[in-house]
């Protein structure tokens, strides 16, 4: 068996196909129904699934279940031992995906990377923009995690639409 490594926050299609049989490779699926109005957000008639991915809950099982807010953060320990079921561990290449676009997954990305300066050099995305303009304008800024923008977001339509820099 192989093992996958990534270079970058993203990962193409293209990559996600040639690495799935990779044996470190965790694949979550971070999806959680939209807070948005309904016409706003992408609809599918069949919930879309990669392959091998496994469910990342953070609103029944990955949360801090004394709390009346949704989605917080479960305590250090709680997290750990719910991360291990998922079968990550220090060696895991972590993908992560939801089924609107860039929703989610980012939620869910900040709790396992913990929001860590250790990816400031890498590539990175910038959601918000409100048109195609704005969205290439963004190309020339940060991304999330303070390095180059590699892909920028806008809306098109009541629905999200990427723009690759």
């Not at 929703?103 to 959601?127: D, E, I, K």
Request: hydrophobic residues 40%; neutral net charge; glycine residues 8%.
């Amino acid at each position: 068996m192989t093992n996958a490594k990534i270079n970058g926050l993203l990962v193409s299609v293209q990559w996600l196909a040639e690495n799935l049989i990779a044996e470190n490779l965790v694949i979550l699926d971070a999806s959680m129904p939209p807070v948005s109005a309904v016409d706003s957000v992408k609809k599918h008639e069949k919930p879309i699934y990669i392959p091998g991915a496994r469910r990342f809950d953070f609103d029944k099982e990955i949360r801090d279940k004394e709390s009346h807010l949704p989605h917080m953060m479960p305590s250090p320990k709680i997290f750990t031992k719910e991360a291990q079921k998922l079968g990550i561990n220090t060696d895991s290449t972590i993908v992560v995906y939801d089924n609107v676009g860039i929703y989610s997954s980012p939620r869910m990305w900040n709790q396992v990377a913990g929001g860590s300066s250790a990816f400031a050099t890498l590539s990175s995305w910038v959601a918000g923009a409100s048109t195609l303009k704005g969205a290439s304008n963004g190309c020339s800024g940060q991304g999330l995690t303070g390095g180059a923008v590699q892909l920028t977001q806008y809306l098109s339509n009541g629905f999200d639409a990427d723009y690759p820099c």
